[in-house]
């Protein structure tokens, strides 16, 4: 069982940058790819990037590229997105999730989910 605690989410204006964390306990996150997802108002929960284990590969979604950046730290159970030129649409509650098996861009392929933190993006 894994237990995953986001922050850093809040109010920014357009173009502005904000560091999410998601904070891992109960096992260690160096035996999980990991994920980060988001959902906005009326929407599904989309993905948005993942790295392998050991941050040797990373995905996004087309969406972030160039301005999102997945990393980890497992010495300290912790994955992080850096959002950069942040837009309004990437308005969202952001979850971090941990891999199961499966294709990593879907959410039927991770087992365990934080809670979600709320990212507001103002034009």
């Known amino acids: 069982q894994v237990q995953l605690v986001e922050s850093g989410g809040g109010l920014v204006q357009a173009g502005g940058s904000l560091r999410l964390t998601c904070t891992a306990s109960g096992r260690t996150l160096s035996n999980y790819f990991m994920g980060w997802f988001r959902q906005a108002p009326g929407k599904e929960r989309e993905f948005v990037a993942a790295?392998?284990?050991?941050?040797?590969?990373?995905y996004y979604a087309d969406s972030v590229k160039g301005r999102f950046t997945i990393s980890r730290d497992n010495a300290k159970n912790t994955v992080y997105l850096q959002m950069n030129s942040l837009k309004p649409e990437d308005t969202a509650v952001y979850y971090c999730?941990?891999?199961?098996?499966?294709?990593?861009?879907?959410?039927?392929?991770?087992?365990?989910w934080g809670q979600g933190t709320q990212v507001t993006v103002s034009s």
């Open positions: 790295s392998s284990r050991t941050a040797g590969n990373t």
């Open positions: 999730a941990a891999h199961y098996r499966g294709d990593y861009y879907s959410r039927a392929s991770y087992a365990y």
